[in-house]
């Protein structure tokens, strides 16, 4: 005699071991278990029982078991502007001592430059890092912040270095200078425009224009 085992499918989704299943009202005895195959599962639709011929006058039926699934990767979490950003102390003294060596350096190349366009652009950097020295140094002062006008050894290292070059390599790398330290310095004011502060202010005023000085040099870096 064949008995017929009737499943649903809300049963088989939990992909555990069913009971002992029943004919009669009297239990199974586990003997000869057997999967629910993907065809019997697939090819019922959803809620309705699943029937399963058993072909032994005792066993059990269990679900088939689900794939095993992949822990999920960590998120994380970006760090918001403001957490890396510069307090504005920070700010103002890592601002004005960029000034400062670009004004170092403009007089330098006042001087040794040969060519016409790298003139004018060390030119162009004395009028226009003075006049941002001059704002950061009264942001400083307004809220009690004390600023020092002092060159870092490694930026005095490159002060000496270009003192020391002859007239003909002097050009090129006064302006490869000029494009790293512009580079560096459009990525603080972005940095510090977007993060919220009081300073935030501050770098959007001299963002454009640090940015027209990169322009510029990259322009005529590729002319020398």
């Known amino acids: 005699m064949k008995h017929t085992v009737r499943l649903t499918v809300s049963a088989l989704a939990m992909g555990g071991l069913l009971g002992a299943c029943s004919t009669n009202d009297k239990p199974y005895a586990h ?26 006058t005792t066993g059990v039926v269990a679900a088939a078991p689900l794939p095993a699934t992949s822990m999920a990767a960590p998120v994380v979490v970006p760090q918001t502007v403001a957490m890396v950003a510069p307090s504005d102390a920070r700010f103002v003294q890592d601002m004005t001592v960029g000034s400062v060596v670009e004004i170092e350096l403009g007089r330098i190349a006042y001087v040794r430059a040969q060519s016409p366009e790298v003139r004018a652009f ?81 770098a959007t005023d001299a963002l454009p224009t640090v940015q027209h000085h990169l322009e510029m040099a990259q322009q005529i870096r590729a002319t020398l």
């Open 122 to 202: 060390a030119r162009q950097m004395l009028i226009d890092h003075r006049d941002m020295v001059v704002k950061l140094d009264n942001f400083a002062l307004e809220r009690g912040h004390l600023v020092q006008w002092t060159v870092p050894p490694e930026k005095a290292a490159t002060l000496q270095r270009l003192r020391s070059l002859d007239d003909a390599s002097f050009d090129r790398a006064y302006m490869d200078e000029m494009v790293q330290a512009h580079e560096k310095t459009v990525q603080k004011l972005q940095v510090q425009a977007g993060s919220g502060r009081e300073t935030a202010a501050v």
């Open 31 to 56: 003997e000869s278990a057997r999967y629910v195959t993907a065809a019997e599962r697939l090819g019922t639709p959803p809620g309705e029982p699943i029937v399963v011929p058993n072909g032994s």
